[in-house]
């Protein structure tokens, strides 16, 4: 491609791209002060003096309309086919370029982003700013790396009392062995979470909202918001756990100091609520704050656990060696290595459902993504580190604890005894010391399986081990009180549930939910006044439990779906792996707490009921949507490997809807019978030129499908645009559909202006039926007295020949100005009420099954019948026959049916088919011959029987017209339909709906005309809808089993 010489211009600030509408006030402005050069690109553009933006190069040398990627082209993307920031649309590379201001201007400011790169700042208010001229600067908001956001938070949440108070008597319990085992076991179940949460955090771009967050994004709004409100309750709730357990820690020491303020219950009650009141202040003043007392706390931990390693290594004094403790001793870590069960939790599960909330607390970093400086790199790396350095500090402790402290110890300085002393009965005996006594009587208060104690005791500074316990807590209920706020607070912008929205504004520069605030504390006050909370506990422990079994699934889901949008940077993950998380997780809930698994599932099932029920309008590209098509295309493909048969035959209707909501009735009638059973397809038709009807089609698509959808209609819309009405049908005849998934039955209004309508499209109407018979399809055609079409109640544009083929009142049917709907208006318009969805009650169904059809006939009404609506009416079948021999044609004829099993007693022979009509002299004047001759009269060439060369030579051009032979020829058919008319208003007058075969004309020897007089004289003046059914001659029904 040649290039343009570049001039010498002054440095000019640019991204690289231009505007649409730089480019038209170039093209439109003349050539310029630059000429283009010989052989120069047609898309190249020379440069003009503008004013209102700075004109610059392309980084390779030339100008074109066509941008170098940038990131703005990519950012807060949503779906396929939504316009991108700055992106020439491809009608402006492909089609000639017109001006539109609206839609190709770009703010001038974005010429002069320097790379494309994304600035600095927060997810939405930011990204929106940028580009924004004259805009004040937004205070810089406070984020976090993966140290201080997330390792050391997700630290604080795991460690927590268990830490000092259980771990010890858990290693005496089990041993030191089974007790590594139990953390190990724990620590798979949260390092594959933790590796899920890895790879679904880099897939994409994670803003606040946590886990709520990554999982709704990934499995879709249904689990996602069930989870995503039970977890930010249960930190709610877990704050006050924590809390309660600061205050019990406080109330014990006031006891052993006699200071009590009222009384134990009360005591935890009073300083809970402080306690709780601070941390808010804490949270208010902001996450810099909060920051800073989370660090404290982990320092405060870290002292803890250095001052007891130090303790361990220090030689044991008089007071401590009666508590058990005699610093490391191989022949005690021996002794402590195996099991010594005892008491009721005396078993390894038992244990494990001990220990396991102790492994938990590694979502704490994930749930204030928002406030992280890149979540795609914090949470994988500061999750994975958190998860590491506790697990080294779980074994650390059981292992040297286990090698420093015996079982049991009286605590009892009278105990000593020189060593080797006789009926001195355990290890202590070894070591100066004799607790036999207590051991055989089980009432030693020192020693592993005794004293909760035992890590204060052993450590340098016993108070520090207190103030660990302390900070363990604290930090716990801090963290889990600023988790739930952003968890709910992206649950509220997302409205999946009613009168929570209120909760979801955002204050300051770092848009803290304020509101969630006061609620969680108000939650945590309530539970805190409660003072006792192990009844709780189990539930909310399974809560958190559920939310990792449901991140592990999301893993798993979307990597076997196979989406090309699922490529997450975090690369070590398995969906195997994944998967066993999953399970695993279920497991565990039911191995802690039954019932409390049972009522977190009940819980979880009820709140995705209600999603799924309410159905919100969110498209977030889930993996549900991936499996969804997986499944459908796998499904799909497999169809066509199944060999077609009568039994599994299914009516599968393209209906000729043209604007599917310009027909409810039609659309209500074949959706009514296809429902949950087969496939429904409402094609449309747009006759126009390519160009303006393809920006239409792309407009209305949409609408049209939402359209379908609020009325409750399982179907799909499909449109061509054609350059005419008949051309168009012969495309979606022979296109549409999928596979063995292709419809059978063309189903179209009647036309009832044929008789004013321009011969052509009544040509090309009659035109249709023979194309549908040559391709094999099925015909059923709907007429009703009121007509099908309600565009003009719409008061919208229709079709043009659509409307000719309804509208008597059209005249000639000339083609309409063309318009355009609103799509959000057209799924949200008032639906039309139609005789299809009323309760249809005691009526009746009548069936005239004049030819055999194949038993298309039979069929549509049969499953008609079988819907609520429409279930109580009886269903008759009208057959024709021979006068003398009624009894034996209606006993064949039950017969038949019975072989069927469609369940229709109620036969009807007619013997007077082919009797002449009544004369006009009678009642029935409507249905005479001389109406009929009045249908035909303006169609008729009225040649003189004239030879067929001769007729053809007054018929060219019009082939619709009617020679005087081909009256006379088909005389005897044309009686038939005046006198099945006379018959149908006879038997069927207040039926509910006709079925009835109709004629065929025959193609090339049947005038167009001719058939549609037919048509009009067989289903004119009936109240009922008629449904005129014809099959292709082949079965559609059988009584054989295989």
């Known amino acids: 491609m040649a290039e343009l010489p570049i001039p010498d211009l002054p440095p000019a600030r640019c991204s690289g791209r231009f505007t649409i509408s730089t480019l038209l006030a170039m093209e439109e402005g003349g050539r310029g002060p ?89 997810e939405a208010g930011l990204e929106e700013a940028e580009g924004e001229p004259g805009r004040d600067s937004v205070p810089e908001p406070v984020r976090f790396g993966w140290v201080k956001g997330v390792m050391i938070r997700c630290m604080l949440n795991i460690w927590g009392v268990i830490l000092y108070l259980r771990l010890p008597w858990i290693t005496a319990q089990a041993g030191i062995a089974l007790t590594w085992l139990i953390i190990l076991m724990s620590v798979t179940v949260t390092t ?99 920051a800073k007392a989370q660090i404290l706390f982990f320092l405060v931990i870290l002292v803890s656990f250095i001052n007891y390693l130090v303790g361990t290594v220090i030689p044991a004094t008089t007071e401590k060696q009666a508590k058990g403790f005699f610093s490391y001793r191989a022949d005690i870590f021996a002794q402590n290595f195996v099991p010594n069960w005892r008491g009721p939790e005396g078993s390894f599960f038992g244990l494990f459902s001990i220990f396991f909330p102790s492994a938990t607390g590694i979502l704490a970093g994930a749930n204030i993504s928002g406030d992280l400086k890149d979540p795609a790199v914090a949470i994988p790396k500061g999750t994975l580190m958190a998860i590491f350095w506790t697990t080294m500090s779980y074994l650390v402790l059981s292992a040297t604890i286990g090698a420093c402290v015996v079982r049991d110890a009286s605590g009892s300085l009278n105990d000593s005894v020189a060593m080797g002393s006789p009926g001195c009965e355990g290890l202590a005996c070894s070591f100066g010391w004799n607790f036999t006594a207590c051991t055989q009587q089980q009432s030693c208060r020192y020693g592993l399986s005794n004293y909760y104690q035992s890590m204060s005791m052993v450590s340098g500074f016993g108070p520090l081990i207190t103030a660990g316990i302390f900070g363990a807590t604290l930090s716990s209920a801090l963290a889990c009180l ?23 504004k955002g204050y300051g520069r770092n848009s803290e939910p304020i509101r969630g605030y006061m609620l969680t504390y108000v939650i945590a006050i309530g539970f805190i006044l409660i003072a006792e909370l192990n009844a709780i506990a189990p539930i909310i422990s399974n809560f958190f439990l559920c939310s990792y079994a449901l991140i592990n699934f999301s893993c798993f889901h979307a990597s076997i779906t196979n989406s090309p949008g699922w490529r997450p940077s975090f690369r070590y993950y398995s969906k195997w792996t994944a998967l066993f998380g999953a399970a695993v997780s279920v497991v565990i809930m039911f191995l802690l707490t039954w019932w409390a698994a049972l009522i977190a599932f009940g819980i979880v099932i009820f709140l995705l009921g209600y999603v799924l029920y309410k159905k919100p309008d969110v498209n977030w590209g889930s993996s549900v949507q991936a499996s969804s098509y997986n499944m459908a295309l796998s499904y799909s493909v497999g169809l066509s490997e199944v060999d077609e048969h009568i039994k599994n035959y299914r009516p599968q209707c393209l209906v000729l809807t043209g604007p599917p909501n310009f027909r409810p009735a039609l659309v209500d009638f074949v959706g009514t019978f296809t429902k949950n059973l087969s496939l429904m397809l409402c094609g449309n038709v747009l006759i126009g030129p390519r160009k303006q009807k393809m920006t239409e089609s792309q407009l209305m698509a949409d609408g049209h499908t939402k359209w379908l959808m609020k009325r409750k209609i399982k179907a799909f819309y499909t449109d061509v645009v054609a350059e005419d009405l008949r051309s168009g049908v012969q495309m ?70 659509f409307e000719a083929a309804e509208h008597p009142e059209n005249g000639t049917g000339s083609r309409a100005a063309p318009g355009t709907v609103n799509p959000t208006a057209l799924a949200s318009e008032q639906q039309a009420s139609t005789i299809f969805q009323s309760e249809q009650g005691k009526k009746t169904i009548d069936i005239y099954w004049l030819f055999d059809d194949g038993g298309l006939t039979l069929l549509i009404p049969y499953l008609l019948g079988r819907k609520k609506r429409w279930g109580k009416c009886k269903i008759r079948v009208f057959v024709g026959g021979q006068i003398n021999r009624m009894d034996e044609e209606r006993k064949a004829i039950v017969s038949l049916l019975s072989k069927f099993r469609l369940g229709f007693h109620e036969v009807h022979i007619l013997p007077d088919i082919n009797q002449k009509p009544r004369p006009e002299h009678t009642v029935c004047l409507c249905c005479s011959i001389k109406r009929f001759d009045e249908l035909i009269a303006p169609f008729r060439l009225n040649d003189g029987f004239k030879d067929e060369a001769t007729v053809n ?86 009584f054989y089993c295989q």
């Not at 089609?95 to 927060?122: F, M, Y």
């Not at 918001?225 to 020491?253: K, P, Q, W, Y």
């Open 34 to 122: 630059y000429t283009p050069t010989e052989g120069s690109s047609c898309d190249s553009v020379q440069p003009t003096h503008l004013s209102s933006s700075t004109l610059c190069t392309r980084t390779f040398g030339y100008n074109t309309v066509d941008v170098v990627p940038a990131y703005e082209h990519y950012a807060n993307s949503k779906g396929v086919g939504d316009p991108r920031k700055g992106r020439p649309s491809l009608a402006d590379l492909h089609s000639i370029l017109k001006p539109d201001p609206g839609r190709l201007h770009t703010p001038v400011s974005d010429l002069q982003q320097s790379n494309g790169l994304p600035e600095a700042g927060p």
């Open 192 to 290: 594959i979470t933790g590796l899920s949460i890895s790879a679904i955090s880099t897939n994409g771009k994670v803003k606040s909202g946590g886990t709520y967050f990554l999982i709704s994004r990934s499995l879709g709004p249904e689990l996602g918001g069930s989870i995503g409100l039970i977890f930010a309750f249960a930190n709610a709730v877990a704050v006050a756990m924590h809390t309660v357990g600061f205050a019990e820690t406080v109330r014990d020491l006031l006891q052993e100091h006699n200071s009590l303020i009222v009384d134990p219950t009360n005591d935890i009650r009073i300083i809970g609520v402080i306690t709780v009141t601070v941390l808010l202040g804490i949270s208010l003043a902001g996450m810099e704050w909060e």
């Open 482 to 504: 600023v988790s739930a706020p952003k968890v709910f607070q992206c649950l509220c912008k997302d409205q999946l549930y009613p009168l929570i929205g209120f909760f979801g």
């Open 732 to 801: 979606l005849i022979q296109a549409a559909g999928l596979g063995k998934m292709r419809p059978n039955i063309l189903v179209l209004g009647y036309k009832r202006n044929w008789r004013t309508a321009s011969p052509q499209s009544l040509e090309d109407y009659v035109g249709i039926l023979h194309d549908a018979f040559d391709f094999k399809y099925g015909v059923c055609l709907m007429r009703m007295k009121e007509g099908l079409n309600v565009s003009r109640v719409l008061q919208a544009h229709v079709n043009p020949t």
């Open 953 to 1038: 030579e007054m018929r060219q051009g019009c082939p619709w017209k009617i020679s005087d032979e081909e009256v006379d020829k088909n005389r005897a058919k044309s009686l038939r339909q005046v006198r099945l008319n006379e018959i149908l208003l006879d038997y069927s007058r207040d039926a509910a709906l006709i079925a009835i075969t109709p004629p065929i004309g025959r193609k090339g020897r049947c005038p167009s005309s001719l058939y549609m007089a037919w048509l009009e004289t067989l289903s004119q003046d009936l109240r009922p809808p008629i449904i005129l059914t014809r099959g292709n001659q082949e079965n559609v029904l059988t």
